[in-house]
Nanobody, 116 residues
Framework: QVQLVESGGGLVQAGGSLRLSCAASGSIFSIATMGWYRQAPGNQRELVAT???????NYADSVKGRFAIFRDTARNTVYLQMDSLKPEDTSTYYCNAYRTVRFNYWGEGTLVTVSS
């Protein structure tokens, strides 16, 4: 069983920055793709960014150039650096660890609110 604990959410003004953290309960970065997703009220959960076991990254078009995903293997932590935040980035952000259908874990989420 893998546990993922997100932190770092909060209230920020448009144009500001936040860094989200996701601490994993074990050393899983070598076996799982880590990702950040977000879900706003009334919307479906959407992909924000992923980082593979090999370190390849992928971003939603809406966040390219503004967000960066990276990891610290020694700390079993994956981060999402969010710059130039916009009100439309307001969402609950979730950390995910995925390898297979049976190895697919989610954190509880952390709320990010961007004021205009």
């Amino acid at each position: 069983q893998v546990q993922l604990v997100e932190s770092g959410g909060g209230l920020v003004q448009a144009g500001g920055s936040l860094r989200l953290s996701c601490a994993a309960s074990g050393s899983i970065f070598s076996i799982a793709t880590m990702g950040w997703y977000r879900q706003a009220p009334g919307n479906q959960r959407e992909l924000v960014a992923t980082i593979t076991t090999g370190g390849s990254t992928n971003y939603a078009d809406s966040v390219k150039g503004r967000f960066a995903i990276f990891r610290d293997t020694a700390r079993n932590t994956v981060y999402l650096q969010m710059d130039s935040l916009k009100p439309e980035d307001t969402s609950t952000y979730y950390c995910n660890a995925y390898r297979t259908v049976r190895f697919n874990y989610w954190g509880e989420g952390t709320l990010v609110t961007v004021s205009s």
